[in-house]
């Protein structure tokens, strides 16, 4: 079936550094994404989304990056931060009331001071 | 936005028995969901809950193993049955909001079966 998911299932960083968390979709109709963040002991909380209309949409210190001929986007987080460590997911969003996201595997983003 | 709660947030429970998570929500919502966040894994939709039907069960699920209640348009159980260690997970609960791109969730309640 349709699947969402992501690249890598770890990634360490340093602080102050730049992180890329990928994520490969499969569905090409799909128009809408969001990445997650989900810390320890924690539900996932939004972070920043991007619809198929657009290649780049820019947050606080985040960034995704939406590239729909190979079906691929990416999250970029600017100056990473001990508090960014957390498991980070992408999923593909409803296209209707009433239907709920589809979540790819997560990607655990651990930052070193 | 809106601010989700789950009860309780963890528990140990016996193989063979029952177990009823709750969700209640600040605001009224139409659409409920509950996911399974299995150790180490991302989350697997299990049933989507309309207040005054019956919910709709994902491929995998079935009403017997996991009931729903939606009394409300604030609050939703889900019931994990005759558990097995198998069961073990987090099982979080998710609103949808006035638009429907957006989706809360809830702190999860993390399920230990032994």
């Known amino acids: 079936g349709e699947s969402v998911g992501l690249h890598l299932p770890t990634l360490s960083v340093q602080e102050g550094d730049n992180s890329i968390i990928n994520c490969a979709y499969s569905?090409?109709?799909?128009?809408?994404f969001i990445w997650y963040k989900q810390e320890s002991g924690k539900g996932p909380q939004f972070i920043i989304d991007?619809?198929?209309?657009?290649d780049k949409r820019q947050g606080q210190r985040v960034t995704v990056l939406l590239n729909k001929t190979v079906k691929h986007l990416s999250l970029q987080i600017a100056a990473t931060q001990p508090g960014d460590s957390a498991v980070y997911f992408c999923?593909?969003?409803?296209?209707?009331?009433?239907?709920?996201?589809?979540f790819g595997k997560g990607t655990t983003l651990s930052v070193s001071s | 936005s809106a601010v989700i709660s789950q009860k309780p947030s963890r528990d140990i429970c016996q193989r063979g028995t029952s177990l009823t998570i709750q969700c209640q929500v600040d605001?009224?919502?139409?659409?409920m969901f509950w996911y399974r966040q299995q150790p180490g894994q991302s989350l697997t939709l299990i049933a989507t809950?309309?207040?005054?039907?019956?919910?709709?069960?994902e491929s995998g699920f079935v009403i017997d193993k996991f009931p729903i209640s939606r009394p409300n348009l604030t609050f939703s159980t889900l019931t994990v049955s005759n558990m097995s260690p198998e069961d073990s997970s987090i099982y979080l609960c998710?609103?949808?909001?006035?638009?429907?791109?957006?989706?809360?969730f809830g702190p999860g309640t993390r399920l230990t079966v032994t």
């Open positions: 998710s609103v949808q909001g006035q638009g429907f791109d957006e989706q809360y």
């Open positions: 569905n090409s109709a799909s128009d809408y």
């Open positions: 991007i619809r198929s209309n657009m």
């Open positions: 999923a593909e969003g409803p296209n209707q009331a009433g239907t709920a996201l589809i």
């Open positions: 605001s009224q919502v139409t659409m």
């Open positions: 809950a309309n207040q005054g039907s019956e919910a709709t069960y």
